[in-house]
DNA sequence: GCATTAACATGCC
DNA sequence: GGCATGTTAATGC
């Protein structure tokens, strides 16, 4: 269910309380997923400085949103300097993760981008790296596998087809729509990562 | 409707 | 030609 989208005038800020958004954009030729937001985050920053949406929000499962207005926001900034420097803060690390995402879509094959979609499609949703020396993660990744190929920007046979290959060489488990991480070590090598340099 | 698979097409080394 | 990736169609859940 779409939260907001491109064109329209935006009138406060987003916070998720529960579910799972997807921040998305409509290209001309297919959907590209920017990144997902998990509960407690705030969305639709972007938005107290340009005054229009650049993409769309939607929830991609059940999901509780609360908006807050913009004046209100603005105000509660002016009364906490520190707040104004945390949400640099956060927005410098949207830019940092969107130009990471420019450099995988650019030099990294379906399959490194995969292995670094899955773990960064983790830490988003667990707020953690996963455990790099455990066999196994218990965490499982939901998604469709169509929002996986417009994360990592490729075809959704292809992801299909890769996720298979990683889970017939034994990085990852899959059951029914979930995926595991089984070796998180070596998913780190194929996308070319590691926990230092990894951002989120 | 979504996931999966196979067959085929295309572009790149 | 071989490889990676995309497209299309068929099939199953």
Redesign the pocket.
């Known amino acids: 269910m779409s939260i907001f989208c491109s064109g329209t005038m935006p009138s406060g800020i987003y916070c998720l309380n529960k579910g799972k958004v997807k921040i998305h954009i409509y290209g001309s030729i297919k959907e590209h997923i920017i990144r997902f937001v998990m509960p407690g985050h705030l969305f639709g920053l972007g938005t107290i400085f340009t005054n229009h949406f650049y993409c769309c929000a939607t929830a991609i499962e059940d999901s509780t949103v609360c908006k807050i207005n913009k004046e209100d926001f603005l105000s509660i900034l002016n009364g906490y300097p520190n707040l104004s420097l945390e949400l640099m803060t956060v927005l410098g690390q949207h830019v940092e993760y969107s130009n990471n995402k420019i450099i995988s879509i650019a030099e990294k094959?379906?399959?490194e981008r995969l292995a670094e979609g899955l773990l960064s499609v983790y830490n988003t949703f667990y707020d953690e790296f996963p455990v790099s020396n455990a066999d196994i993660s218990d965490k499982a990744i939901t998604l469709?596998?169509?929002d996986i190929a417009n994360f990592i920007n490729?075809?959704?046979?292809?992801v299909?087809?890769t996720?298979?290959e990683l889970k017939n060489e034994g990085y990852i488990i899959?059951k029914g729509?979930s995926i595991f991480l089984k070796n998180i070590k070596g998913l780190m090598k194929i996308a070319g990562i590691n926990v230092e340099s990894m951002t989120y």
């Open positions: 094959s379906v399959r469709s596998r169509e490729t075809s959704t046979e292809s299909i087809r996720l298979s899959i729509r």
